[in-house]
């Protein structure tokens, strides 16, 4: 059923009527004006929507009339959602089609029985933040996208008894014990990803810590990572020493990585630079 | 007598693609334009481009992997490739560096000075000292 607005002429159609080349459609044309626009095509949106549990009978297209004016999604997992890829048309914003997405995306929730909500937003992108703190959401966190260009020379590989963890030990590692991590982030996206592998590391002073990617046929990207013993900064450059000198061709990003991790001067002394930068923002029913 | 000067233009908005390909014809160049990584890869490989502009946004593969696909090529090692990107100048600076890129224009394109833009990025070396 589709939800009506009772106050003007906008409403809400289930995502899951239109067909993928529509939302990928839909979607693109929202971010034209963005800084980082981000656009995807039907195999990457379709990649997407498996990856990050979306759920399109509880996503929605904004309409008016037969006119699709923007599009948001919801990620569905056990007791949390996340809303994501909300975009309104460039011509058609300041009409109220992004608040009453994320408030059906918000009552669609509820109706899951999901205390909690969580979102990302490009950080500067100053009407989609106010929008949400308008509607209850909270920042948590500050998170980084980061990048490291093939061009960069190899590093040699730090000394270190190195292990090489299968699927199966990969994601029996990433879920445990790393507490609340965002979305894209989560021990699902990597269960939910193909050629997942990892790398775990005992140094000579005892140091040790595990790292889990995905392999992509030219992009290493989706770590997890962890230090078991000793400092983060000496276990985080090892473990990337050994990964880049595995993979020297290729590409990586990693994304929502938090600013006050403290593998992070790691990244930097691996030659990774800061794409761009995330607010976290959560809600808990009833919060608001 | 000289052939034009080839440009190839990847970008995924068909709107962005057409202002630039109008704007560089009025000047004498030919254009031709690719809206995703792979077409780009595909026809820059075939044509041999003079110059690339590389919007660092694109649907299959993002700007920078490809510029990294095209720096592979052996007979595009040499071809000046410019990102055209709406991310702030540092960033933008340090990644087209980074990729492999000879330099960036922001978008939006200034329409008055894009031309002037792009040849500035055809001259050789000795002459734009």
């Given at each position: 059923m ?5 106050d ?7 995502a899951s009527r ?6 990928t459609?839909l979607?693109n ?5 963005y ?5 995807m095509?039907v195999?990457r949106l379709?990649d997407?929507l498996?990856l ?8 929605f ?6 006119e699709?004016l923007?599009v ?9 959602a996340?809303i994501t890829r909300?975009?309104?048309l ?5 009409h109220?089609a992004?608040?009453?997405?994320v408030k ?10 999901l205390?909690?909500?969580m979102?990302e937003v490009i950080k500067?992108n100053v009407?989609a933040h106010?929008l949400?703190l308008?509607?209850?959401?909270r ?5 980084l ?6 061009r960069?020379?190899?590093?040699d590989p ?6 090489r963890l299968d699927?199966?030990d990969?994601?029996?590692l990433?879920g ?7 979305w894209?982030n ?5 269960t939910?990803?193909q050629?997942?592998s ?7 002073d ?7 990617y995905?392999r992509?046929k030219?992009?290493l ?5 962890k ?6 900064l000496?276990?985080?450059h090892?473990l990337?020493t ?13 994304e929502n990585?938090q600013?006050?991790?403290p593998h992070?001067?790691?990244f930097?002394d691996m030659g990774y630079?800061?794409s761009f ?11 608001g | 007598?000289?052939a034009?000067?080839l440009?190839?233009?990847?970008e995924?908005m ?7 390909r109008?704007v560089?014809?009025a000047r004498?160049?030919e254009?031709i334009?690719?809206?995703d990584?792979e077409s780009g890869l595909?026809?820059?490989?075939e044509q041999?481009p003079?110059?690339?502009l ?9 700007g920078?992997?490809?510029a990294g696909?095209?720096?592979d090529?052996p ?6 490739i ?9 960033t933008?600076?340090q990644?087209v560096?980074?990729?492999g890129?000879?330099?960036y224009i922001?978008?939006p394109i200034?329409v ?5 833009q792009?040849?500035a990025?055809?001259?050789p070396?000795s002459a734009?000292?």
């Open positions: 589709s939800l009506t607005s009772t003007d002429s906008i409403r809400l159609v289930p239109f067909t993928i080349e529509q939302l459609a979607y044309k929202t971010r034209v004006d800084m980082v626009p981000m656009p095509n195999a379709a997407y498996h990050y549990d979306i759920d399109l009978d509880h996503s297209v904004a309409m008016q009339g037969e699709m923007g948001a999604m919801l990620g569905v997992r056990q007791q949390r996340w909300l975009g309104v460039p011509t058609t914003r300041r109220g992004g608040h009453k997405l059906g995306l918000m009552s669609a929730a509820d109706s899951l029985g205390p909690l909500i979102l500067n009407p106010q949400f308008k509607l209850g959401f920042e948590t966190g500050e998170l996208v980061l990048r490291r260009s093939p960069i020379p190899p590093p730090v000394v270190a008894d190195a292990q699927r199966t990969s994601l029996v990433v445990h014990d790393r507490g609340m991590q965002p894209t989560q021990s699902e996206s990597l939910n990803a050629e997942v990892g790398i775990r590391l005992t140094l000579a005892g140091s040790r810590g595990w790292l889990v995905q992509q030219f992009l990207t989706r770590f997890a990572f230090t078991e013993r000793g400092a983060p000496t276990v985080g090892a990337l050994h990964l880049h000198s595995q993979y020297p061709r290729l590409d990586t990003q990693i990585l600013v006050g991790d992070l001067p790691a930097y630079m800061e930068r995330r607010i976290e923002m959560w809600r808990l029913a009833n919060s | 007598m000289k034009k000067i440009v190839l233009v990847i995924d068909p709107d962005n693609a057409e202002l630039a109008k560089l014809t004498g160049y254009v334009l690719a809206y990584a595909k026809t820059a490989k041999h003079d110059i690339i590389l919007d660092l946004g694109l649907p299959d593969y993002d920078q992997t490809l696909w095209l720096r090529e007979l595009l090692t040499h071809t000046p410019v990102a055209v990107t709406a991310w702030p100048q540092e933008a600076r990644m560096e980074s990729y890129c000879n330099g922001s978008k200034n008055a000075n894009f031309a002037d792009i040849a990025f055809l001259k070396p734009s000292k």
